[in-house]
């Protein structure tokens, strides 16, 4: 043992202290894929989602192809505010944020760029000390003040709704109720402009879905109470009119998964593969054992898929995405993949990278808001 211990000791050295080229980060390539309208009442804006990898989880035992100095907080934060700062999104949505960096780093640091900001922890903050819950990571969304106002903000806490939607369900309460990932919504209103743009309200959601490919009935499940919730706090909030909105996140699912159809197709069923032996009929409401939503969502990327949004050792494929609404919004263009070529020529096996600070790449969207038209919601 002590001379195992000896070794993994040794080539931990030679990795810290091996001669490392100081890379560029890499450059990705702008997709336009449309142009603006020429209405002269719609407004453009942009939208960008990153999991910036929670320094409690950048471990040496979770990413042991890199070196201790590049898992570093004090290293990557860096190139996390390096990267936001480059990409000036209008609307910024953030997965496993810790606490304590909210408030005391990424706020200062937006706030200085004409940001504001709302965060919420996930949910086994609250049963923490002052000191413990300081490390918990959770959500956070960033938006321009110059182009934007704060209406409303709402925290979804996914144990909470599977509690309020359990019905008696066993699987709601043994599967879902035990997971504390979260949810953050908030209406925001674009500002007026000189000319003459009107106020105009976006909900934006960001999410971060359970990780385990073991529980995909969890991941569905979570997605669907989500969805109802973003429907519910529309209505009551912006009453029955149609409400352009972006829905952001790290979804922990690849693009065939039962949680992305859902999202795409606005239906899905009870007996869908990734529901695995677990039935949740006694409390999901259905028709014809098909959970459906009202929302018509289109991936931004679909019509430029990327390899990959998640780049370990272990694990490379897409689970980050940016949904928006159809037809208030319209993708303008979009921020490509990390070039391959740029991986090989740098032998990257897996990230965080000297040049990359987390293990997932941001994804940044151009989207074009059409006029509100006070004609009802908008459903299939």
Not at 175 to 183: E, Y
Not at 231 to 259: H, I, K, M, T, Y
Not at 319 to 329: A, C, G, R, V
Request: proline share 5%.
């Amino acid at each position: 043992m002590y001379a195992e211990k000896g070794v993994c000791r040794l080539l931990q050295y030679f990795l810290d202290n091996l001669p490392v080229k100081h890379c560029t980060p890499p450059v990705r390539e702008w997709i336009q894929l449309s142009t603006p309208s020429h209405h002269s009442l719609s407004t453009i804006f942009t939208v960008m989602t990153y999991n910036i990898l929670c320094d409690i989880y950048c471990t040496r035992q979770v990413y042991g192809y890199s070196p201790s100095w590049v898992l570093g907080w004090e290293y990557r934060r860096k190139g996390i505010i390096q990267e936001i700062h480059d990409y000036h999104a209008d609307i910024i949505c953030l997965q496993e944020v810790e606490t304590q960096q909210y408030h005391n780093y990424f706020l200062p640091e937006l706030k200085s760029q004409n940001y504001d900001g709302v965060f919420a922890p996930k949910s086994r903050a609250k049963t923490m000390s002052e000191s413990e819950s300081r490390h918990v990571d959770g959500c956070a969304i960033f938006y321009r003040t110059d182009k934007f106002v704060l209406l409303k903000e709402q925290l979804v806490e996914f144990s909470l709704l599977a509690i309020e939607n359990a019905g008696g369900c066993q699987n709601m309460m043994n599967r879902v109720m035990t997971k504390d990932n979260i949810g953050l919504i908030a209406i925001l209103e674009t500002l007026e402009t000189s000319n003459g743009l009107p106020r105009q309200p976006v909900m934006v959601a960001n999410a971060h879905i359970h990780w385990d490919p073991e529980y995909s009935d969890v991941k569905l499940v979570q997605t669907i109470l989500f969805v109802q919730k973003l429907r519910q706090f529309a209505e009551s909030n912006l009453g029955r009119w149609a409400v352009p909105f972006v829905l952001c996140g790290d979804l922990n699912s690849l693009p065939e998964s039962g949680v992305i159809e859902f999202l795409s197709e606005g239906r899905i069923r009870l007996d869908h593969p990734d529901f695995r032996e677990h039935r949740y009929d006694q409390c999901l409401s259905s028709r014809d054992d098909v959970m459906r939503h009202d929302f018509v969502l289109r991936d931004a990327y679909a019509d430029v898929p990327i390899p990959h949004t998640n780049y370990t050792f272990d694990f490379k494929g897409v689970i980050d995405y940016i949904f928006h609404s159809e037809p208030h919004l319209r993708v303008l263009g979009v921020l490509g993949g990390v070039p391959g070529e740029w991986l090989a020529e740098n032998k990257v096996i897996g990230c965080p990278h000297v040049a990359i600070p987390s293990d997932h790449f941001s994804l940044l969207v151009e989207l074009e808001l059409k006029p509100m038209q006070l004609n009802g919601v908008h459903i299939r």
